[in-house]
């Protein structure tokens, strides 16, 4: 196998029955950048460290070009780590931070990261000066300086704020791109796992429940628990008379239940197709968000028009949107 | 960011698969020494000679006796010193603590005009001779002395003021350090959560300084429980301690049974004393988040600084700064009545006794400038085996290995390297003796030879390097070696580029510690046979002993100038503490 | 940062190469011959001496001795008179050096039981003054002087106060709260004092005594210094007590600067005779060096030294007494006096008894 594979991995803590990690097995590609995708406290972050080296392997191997690293430490395994808070060396200055990995003096290297980063000039900089996101890019430019052949990224967009973090994670994924870095990126957040990764690894309670490019798990999640962890709501069985307007969305024979993302229903008061309650109503970039109590199908969040305005109660007209219904077996 | 046009560099950088031996090898060979170059040390300049004491006791005509047990057990005796040992060093280690971290705050968290001055002079007390600040402090006391309408003399109060008067910098300077770099935003956070500046200390920064604080309490009691001269002198033997006992048994009554009994005590108690600390170390002490003093060093000022509402923490503050305002005054209180004396001449003033220093007459073998010379000569090598042996067992005892053994096995080393400062000078002292006397056939008279000063003293200035050292190395992150090694670092690296770089930050007030505590040191040295090129402690201690009309006078003199040379070394080594700019620590 | 990381790097491996070596040299040391004996640093030529902190000679005086006999002299230190001791007892198969100086007659005793000591007997000219002082075989009598109650003079003349004179004086209640001493455990003057009183008031009646002082308001303080300095009215200090326990030689120091009378005084029917011995060390590596060494310290140029750098007076009745000494230091006539071998039996169980009865 080329690139990283990982086997039956297990990681255990002292004191802990459960395992950290059972028993997960994913390929990784040269140049691809493979999402783990998961609540906290899925063991997501548990098995990036014991990629990295961080935590002993309780069974299972990881590996690369088909080589077991097992033997390799931490500092030779040429797999670069971007943590969650950056953890730079305040005892250096930026061009400190992103030279360490560097044999020699790489000022030119350096400069070409930091300029890649967008923190041209930023050299002499201090690390305590910088704010939250400029130290994230300093430590994604300090990380990919010494051009780790594997780069593992640990909720490395989490501590920053949402509007940076959507940027940010275009940037992180225009950077991987460029420079071909094999990466893999642990988040809890669905909408960064899709903007980053080219294929995303969705892990519950230590266990991979599935592993695809990010439409194909769109479309197609193995499971509910799945389903639900991307943000899929409302589960009805495909024969069920409720789900009659939304059968025709998915391929025909594809599965026994349909889930539904928010979203799934529009509010269209021209061609319903559906009926639905009003329970309350939120506001997301604009837009309303409805939430509709459907017969046979039990609360669900529809899109509305911009400034929306019903009162709980109030019945409205539906129709649907394929892009939202998935099917189950 | 930029375009991303950049190309992907040459895999060659890329480290091949299998792992490189060699290198490992030359770093466990590192541990190997880091482990043992330490446990050397302290085996062969510690462990020996006071096996070598206490086993005298113990063997009589060649087989194992242990009735002097029973025997000293049965005196009504050893039960009180026992209790009068514990309760002097619990209660002076309590007072050094409820005022060192007010202290601690002010000096190190605050900043003021005349810091750095008042900074080293809370240490000067700390490496005066006993037998002077008996002296400056009895003349206080004495009936008829300033002081004298307290009737303090010769109680157990003037004790446990005087060892709190010695003790006091170990806990500021101890606290301070870590405090200086605490990160406030923990405190902050607490504070939005509703918490009144009392009570974000109280749960937020005293948890967070518990390490510091125990180790310190550790150190305090240590030096009480060790306490030898203050309590004689100024309270004389019924408040004698299991140390003063060893003292009296050893040189007075060469009753080595005795002494090696109550040896054996005092190191119980002493073990005890440490297990409690470490375990209150322990269960608080981890990762951290550290900050440069830079962001967390406010000034202090008197009035409110405008735009601050009012109970936001500056009555704290002020309460602090008006504690530690009190505490220094009353440590002056000594220093100067020590000045003042020193100026003393017949019925007038002058500086005729500064002015004797550098004579040697009245029998004088050497002048004070003399001995100040040696002592400072003998301090610098005691701190360079101290920086080196106290240095590389912080950085041992500040490993996390994950086997449970391995945990233990550190926390040992830690508590082991202690033991110096809890074991009686006497004993050590006697046991060189009896065990620096050709060490291994080596055809050389070690014990006279005077090598065995500075390393007396630098067996006692381990711990307090290592105090210093090691909580600044335990709460790096770990993730931050972790970074490091991610990016390539060997164990060596990280070990050079993160630990060592960060633990240098402290070593200038390692220095300072070691390097006083050597210059001040006397109990091991006087009980030393040495050649005669006596350190300034000694001296001063001769001058005073001496009945010569003006060599009193000189001895004081002596002090000041011990007083003055401490503070400035100490003061320097401050300054060596912030290298470079860049506004880090 | 780099640079200061090498230098502690270096430093670490200094010491561990040092470490090596004492390692490398235990390893090789195959088993010593013990016919060899002592060896250490005594090269022909050099004599250890082994004495307590008090001892001092003014300078070059020991270099006059290398003069005349070619020997140089390694002076080594440490602690009190009891500690001295102690240490060359506990040292005696292995011993510090050659010659000793400063053991007193108050553990003269210990020093000859334990063989601490060889034999010697001194042709100095003064060695028969010395003789006069003698305790046994292996100790040469070089100086000696009286420990004894010293009044401050100006206090008594300001409180129109008739001194005491007697140890009987000062359980007087006139004399209450008045007299300072240090402790006799931890003090070897204060040692001397109690060895007054027993010999004063004998094996039963001292403690009985020392309750009188007691409750007459004595003050025990840890050290001479700490007495005569702190709480003695003419230390110096203006201290609260004008009674202490000193030296019969502390007078000439309280002359005021311009000159006159001291303003001190010995109280000379209190005293007790110290007498400061030297002795070849059994185990000498230099005897002979030794015994010069001794015979040195019995001439002239040494015994007229004394006095002024040991404050003590000479054993040599040839040599000239300073002249305030002679004014302001004289002498006990009929000093008390206990047998050196009562000591070495009794030193225990009198201080015992007397912490008991004094400090409780």
Known sequence: MIGLGLHDVVVRYPGLDAPAVDRVSVDVAPGEVLALLGPSGCGKSSLLRAVAGLEPL??????????????????????????????????????????????????????????????????????????????????????????????????PLSALDRSLRERLAVDLR????????????????????????????????????????PPDLWRRP??????????????????????????????PGSGSVLALAEGAFVVDPVAPVAKGTVVGITSRRGRSEVRVDVPGIGPVTALGPVGARWAAGDVVGLGVDGDAVAALD | MSAPTLTRPAPAAAPSGAPVRGRRGGLAWFWVVAVALPLVFLGLFFAWPVV???????????????????????????????????????????????????????????????RAFVRALVTVPFVLPTVVVGVAF?????????????????TLVAIIAALVFFDYAVVVRGVGGMWERLDPRAEQAARALGASPWRAFRTVTLPALTPAIASSASLVFLFCATAFGTVLVLGGLQFGTIETEIWVQTTQFLDLRAAAVLSVVQLVIVGAALSLAGRARSRRERALALSSSASSVRPLTLRRAPGTPPRDGHGLALAAAGVTALVVVLLCLPLVNLVVRSLHVGDGWGLDHYAALGSTSGGMTVSVWTATLTSLRTALVATVLALVVGGLVALVVSRRPRAVAGRRAVAGLDALFMLPLGVSAVTVGFGFLLSMHEPFGLPIDLRTSGVLVPIAQAVVAVPLVVRTVLPVLRAIDPRLKQAAATLGASPGRVLRSVDLALATRSIGLAVGFAFAASLGEFGATSFLARPDDPTLPVLIFRLIGRPGPDSYGMALAASVVLAVLTAGIVAACERLRAPGSGGDW | MPKKISVVATTALMATLAAASLAACSSSSDDPDPAAGGTTSAAPGSVTLVTHDSFALSDGILDDFTAQTGITVKVVQQGDAGALVNQLVLTK????????????????????????VVPYTSAAPAAADAAQHSVGDGLTAVDYGDVCINVDHAWFTKKKLAEPTSLDDLTDPRYKDLLVVPNAVTSSPGFAFLLATIGAKGDDGWQ????ALKKNGLKVADGWSDAYFTDFSGGGADGPRPIVLSYASSPPSTVPKGGGDATTGALLDTCFRQTEYAGVLAGAKNPAGAEKLIDFLLSDEVQADIPGSMYMYPVSKAVAIPADWEKFAPLATTPFDVDPAAIAAN??????DWSQTVIG
């Open chain 1, 58 to 155: 309780a069974s299972g191997s990881v590996t690369w070009d088909g080589v077991s690293v097992a033997d390799v430490p931490v500092h030779r395994r040429g797999f670069g780590l971007v943590f969650q808070d950056g953890q730079l060396f305040t005892h250096r200055d930026v061009l400190g931070n992103v030279a360490y990995g560097l044999r020699g003096s790489g000022q030119a290297r350096v400069s070409e990261l930091l300029e890649l980063v967008g923190l041209a000039g930023y050299e002499r900089r201090a690390v305590a000066t910088l704010s939250g996101g400029e130290r994230q890019r300093v430590a994604l430019a300090r990380a990919l300086a010494p051009s780790p052949r594997l780069l593992l990224l640990d909720e």
């Open chain 1, 174 to 213: 225009a950077v991987l791109v460029a420079t071909g870095t094999t990466a893999v990126l642990v988040t809890h957040d669905q909408d960064e796992a899709f903007a980053v990764a080219d294929r995303v690894a969705v892990i519950a309670a230590g266990v991979l429940l599935q592993v695809a490019s």
């Open chain 1, 222 to 251: 193995a499971s509910r628990e799945v389903a639900r962890f991307l943000g899929y709501e409302a589960f009805v069985p495909a024969s069920s008379a409720a789900a009659a307007p939304l059968r025709d969305l998915v391929p």
């Open chain 2, 52 to 114: 070598a004491m206490i086993s005298r006791g113990f063997v009589v005509d060649g087989s194992l006796d242990l009735s002097g047990f029973a025997d000293v057990f049965s005196r009504p005796r050893t039960w009180r010193i026992v209790g009068l040992t514990i309760l002097q060093a619990t209660v002076a280690t309590t007072i050094a603590v409820l005022l060192g971290v007010p202290g601690a705050y002010v000096l190190y968290r605050r900043r003021w005009r005349g």
């Open chain 2, 138 to 154: 009895r003349s206080l006391l004495v009936s008829g002395g300033p002081l004298g309408f307290l009737h303090l003399d010769g």
């Open chain 3, 93 to 116: 198969d292995a011993p510090l050096g050659d010659a000793t100086f400063g053991i007193d007659n108050t553990f003269a005793s210990r020093a000859i039981d334990e063989g601490v």
């Open chain 3, 208 to 211: 009985a005594y020392w309750e």
């Open chain 3, 347 to 352: 030193r225990a169980t009198w201080l015992a």
